[in-house]
């Protein structure tokens, strides 16, 4: 009877098991709708309202300004490129400036590499970082004469071959790349660990993880070029035909001084300092002729607005009349004009007897809004907030017999 009943018992059980549903499982994400209900609860009560900040700017209304930059005479120059969240505008502006001239003297259309320049501007001051024991500056900016520097040292490549951006990255951004490497440096000085090749060697990986190490070789037409031969054989730029210049009266005129300008971080005395009437001469002779100018200035003002994509000096500023050396030397010298900006003067026009000039800036403010990539800058601007000018030498015509 035992044995029976053991047997039914088993037989009922495996009929259970048999017809009893498996489970499964599946992925999803987690939820917890009450959870995040709280947080946000507990983030609008310890949010403190903040009036959005406001700058003070001039007010365009009824002012007779370009309103696009199809009113001016421009002249060939590769459509504007935006430099991201980096400190690269003397690159952009300056690597535009060469590609104009290379088209100005061979009717080539190419876009070279910004970051090409950028990335190897970081390795040289990492070196001078080391070779000045931490007393050089290692920042993100430096100069339009660094780009013909560090192209005689290293040659150039086309952008095709080197876009400084990693897969899938859509806009440049050097943020955690600049501090992952100035914070390095700020422990090399502590330690008093000054080793050149280990110093550069740690740059450069830290350079590669986040740009990706340049070429070595670069192919153009079935052609193999190192970046070398590139710069000679294919744009056939003579970098010794360029001069860059500015206008201080703390200087001698007539005679080659250095920038003394952060970003001037190697002390570079290869600027030829004049007059501030001829400064500005050159500039519109040049432009007027059909060069184009690579500048660097200062862009934090009250007469410079992005949606207006114009740059004045307003009168409550300083009246135009007043615009002379001695203004300029007293707005550098108590630090309201500063070196802030690279870009590239590619246009001129007369607007009812005023003069302006068209830029090509790689800033996030000129794509805001219009001619995405543009300014236009009264000759006042230029006059007063243009610091330093780079140009070809036939740019300057008989002025060129000034030079020493």
Request: hydrophobic share 30%.
């Amino acid at each position: 009877m035992k044995t029976i009943y053991v047997l039914v018992l088993a037989m009922v059980m495996s009929v259970c098991i048999l017809g009893q549903q498996k489970d499964k499982a599946v992925f999803v994400e987690p939820k917890s709708e009450y959870w995040e209900q709280i947080q946000n609860n507990v983030k609008e009560f310890n949010t403190k309202e903040t009036p959005a900040a406001k700058s003070f700017k001039v007010d365009f209304t009824g002012m007779d300004i370009p309103k696009s930059k199809d009113e001016f005479t421009s002249y060939w120059h590769n459509e504007p490129t935006n430099q991201g969240v980096t400190g690269t505008c003397w690159s952009f502006s300056t690597t535009s400036f060469f590609e104009s001239e290379i088209y100005r003297l061979s009717k080539q259309k190419i876009k070279l590499s910004q970051m090409y320049t950028a990335y190897w501007e970081y390795i040289e001051k990492a070196r001078g970082f080391v070779q000045t024991r931490g007393k050089s500056v290692f920042g993100e900016g430096s100069q339009s004469n660094a780009v013909i520097r560090v192209w005689k040292k290293y040659g150039i490549v086309p952008l095709e071959a080197y876009s400084g951006k990693l897969p899938g990255q859509k806009s440049h951004d050097h943020s955690k790349m600049y501090e992952e490497m100035n914070n390095y440096l700020k422990s090399v000085k502590a330690m008093n660990a000054w080793d050149e090749e280990t110093v550069v060697s740690t740059i450069k990986s830290i350079l590669n993880s986040y740009m990706q190490a340049p070429p070595e070789f670069v192919n153009v037409d079935g052609k193999k070029y190192s970046p070398k031969e590139y710069l000679e054989k294919v744009t056939k730029l003579n970098l010794n035909d360029y001069y860059e210049f500015l206008s201080f009266m703390e200087y001698p005129y007539y005679t080659y001084a250095e920038y003394k300008v952060e970003d001037n971080w190697w002390h570079s005395k290869e600027y030829y300092n004049i007059p501030l009437d001829e400064f500005t001469s050159i500039i519109k002779n040049a432009i007027q002729k059909g060069f184009t100018v690579s500048i660097a200035g200062d862009v934090s003002e009250p007469g410079i607005e992005s949606h207006s994509k114009v740059a004045i000096i307003p009168t409550f500023d300083i009246p135009s009349q007043y615009i002379d050396e001695n203004s300029r030397q007293f707005r550098f010298t108590n630090g309201t004009s500063t070196d802030d900006h690279g870009i590239h003067i590619v246009g001129y026009e007369n607007k009812n007897g005023k003069d302006w000039y068209l830029i090509k800036d790689s800033g996030s403010g000129a794509f805001n809004t219009g001619d995405k990539g543009y300014y236009f800058y009264s000759a006042d601007y230029i006059k007063l907030k243009t610091l330093a000018c780079l140009m070809h030498k036939d740019a300057l015509g008989d002025y060129i017999n000034k030079i020493k």
